[in-house]
């Protein structure tokens, strides 16, 4: 719970120094090895001291795995959660009737050693499609989790599949004079696609939040930030994200009408968007985290669209890992984004550099746009004239390394 | 016109020999070199003795290139074209006033040279978006086409850009006692995503197909063909598909009430289809040709959705080029196609290896299947029990070439 707080440049929020899932008072989190993986930590665990309001948003894939079934019905009792164990390497998914036996049974191994009621344990799987849990192991490495031992590092470590680093974040501010912390860990990788969340997430707060409130700022902030990220379009049958609300900051009861909602709504988006923009940039083999951002769109939905077409683009993602400037590409994308506009009114920038003006293109230096390709971070500009709808979107560029992970990831 | 027919597995036509888009009687085509490519073919012409009976489907792309504004003008007069004069290397879209400027140029100058009226041609173009045509190479090699040399393979060669092979096929068959051909071309790698044609393809008749018929043929099978391939998803600006019917074999006009209507209707699709499955196995960097056949659907409509959903995942495609049976990322794409279904009913083979029953994995060799991904055509089955939908579709597998194509090639 190192709080050394670096940044000032928010209005509402400073960004935690090493922030993670645990920073928030009252929660803790940790990872072991159980053996699902060859060598590196595959079983997590979250803690919270109290029973924490809660929400979930879950995966639209019809393939729903079995663990997101068995949270949904722990949150459906009290809306609460005290504690949530993820394993990685295998994804409960596609497994019928074990599967779902296996998740019920996780979930009652990891309450039973808690000494708390199952419905207060959500439990999350991610890895292979369609192979059963080793029963054994999950349950050998539940009974060795030590909550007195706690390490979000570890936590942010065994959530991990083909992520190449840990996700992690936290935000403080001020809430009713109390000191109110946020804090995230995500992981996801590959199949990665804006349906709902499409990878893990648990973000917990250590403020006190109506639980309405929590559900509807966990679906509005996914929308805009979870939702808004693609790596390779295929949206996976095992993602979710988790809030969790304990109270211990003492705050008044946050919910739309408390006049700080605003600031620990702004803080509450940092987090996700971050972690969502971390996952994008450790999209399976990408070299760069591309931004893509529409203005002017008639409508909101519109420049989602549109925004999601260019950074989903197979041939616009190949152009930026080999930088160079096919501002064509981004054209076609919108064209096909299946969103009506005029032709003749768009805009279009690759980070400084306008490339095309009143919908033709413009010469530009293309020296200079090869040297800003190389960038860590490509922002894509995209202006209509139609409206006022604004949206961003994240995705990585399309590399070798993606088709080399992918052709062999099970194998 | 080599007519050695070898193929008498079909009932209602024969596949001829080296059959081409010049196949049918009347039509001569051709190629040459203008000077847009280094060295390559790069204006094709087509041409048809008697102005014939002519329809098109164009892609969908809201920044629809130039010259097939030009050509849909010319269709409207009177619905006949006797000729198609096409230029790679620039796909003369996002070009503006002067793009379609120079697209009407390049009409009349093919109309003046074969002494035809403009809208007797239609003019297309395929490669980089953004740049204009330097129109005096291409005039130059419009006056250099010779009708009296007519070579369809240099048609074929001179439309392609990343492709690395040609696509062309004819079938013949008898109506009203008389043999009728139909012969086909086609171009298209990249950018290549179901909605319209998404690439170019050129179909000749010598049938007499009354006009209505001929443009509601050429949409349904549309819709089964060429909207049914997938190499990246990106649906590019130039597409189209023409059908020129110039009646040279003296049937009876055809249309729905025409006792042989079905057979013509079978070899035109034939035709199509072959060309879409040619398209289909030269995607960018592909190395196999994939087939999704999807049965036992509710609808057809998602049927369709489910196949495209499969054939289109990059997962999918990596997993096939890795010969991995990753059967948990089709069931992955299923799921995410949009379509509600029972997840317990479905059934999924690769090949001739079960590898889902009932919603469940099945036991597989995986050796065997591994064999099997190994063949230069992958089938791909999924079986639902919600009623009578069925559809396939065709794309390719994800390969590290793909990517390299795509990084280096406007540059």
Known sequence: MTKATVSTEHQDYKVIHDGNVASAKGFSAGGLHCGLKYKNLDLGWIYSEVPANAAGVYTTN???????????????????????????????????????????????????HLSIADHYVAVVSTGVIGDQ???????????????????????????????????????ELDIDGETVTIGGVAKGSGMIHPNMATMLSFITTDAAVDQSALMELLKGTTNETFNMITVDGDTSTNDMVLVLANGQAKNNKLNADHPQWPAFVSGFHYVAETLAKKIARDGEGATKLVEVQVKGAATEVAAKEIAKAIVGSNLVKSAIYGT?????????????????????????AIGPIVVVEEGLPVPFNEEAAKNYLMKETVQIFVEFQEGEGTATAWGCDLTYDYVRINASYRT
């Open 133 to 171: 849990l080793p029963m054994d192991k999950v349950k050998k490495g539940i009974q060795e989790i030590a909550l007195e031992q706690p390490k979000a590092d570890h936590f942010a470590q065994a959530i991990l599949t083909t992520d190449t680093c840990t996700k992690q974040v936290a935000v």
């Open 324 to 348: 160079d400037a096919n501002w064509g590409r981004i054209v076609c994308a919108v064209g096909y984004s299946g969103v009506p506009f005029s032709a003749t009114n768009i805009k279009v």
């Open 62 to 112: 019809v393939f729903q795995a079995a663990p997101l079934q068995v949270t949904q019905e722990s949150l459906k009792v009290e809306n609460k959660l005290q504690s949530i164990v993820v394993n990685s390497a295998i994804a409960n998914a596609v497994t019928g009737k074990q599967g779902l036996d296996n998740a019920y049974e996780m979930r009652h191994a990891f309450a039973d």
